[in-house]
């Protein structure tokens, strides 16, 4: 499953593009397939004239379906007045969540916060 947010997140003028994705059954280590094997994968693009250039990505090791998470993008917002928009991202377990916050410091996106979720 695949989720594009297009989005002026720094006020100048142009669209960021927030992506997440789920990939199922892809060639795992050493070119092997598993078809339980899941990633899930979330970016964030900014347009350039060539194309795209990544300014974050989360990339994790692939897990078996019991382990594997995806990412919601929940929330776009200025959590704190700087003119930038924050992003909160929902990491989703089988049977638990976490927020993920993401902050731009200087020209590049950081984790500064995962938790606060919950679970069954």
Known sequence: MTDIHATDMNGN???EYLVTDALVGEVVKRGDYDPNI??????I????ADGFKQLF???PEPGIPDESHTY???DIIDLDGDGICEVIIQ???YSSWDYIL???KGDVWEQ???GAGGGC
């Open 91 to 93: 990491k989703r377990n």
């Open 57 to 59: 990505s989360h990339f």
């Open 102 to 104: 993401l902050k731009k």
């Open 13 to 15: 003028g142009s669209p």
């Open 45 to 48: 693009l900014e347009p350039t």
């Open 38 to 43: 899941q990633y899930a994968l979330a970016l």
């Open 112 to 114: 500064i916060y995962e």
């Open 72 to 74: 919601r993008f929940t």
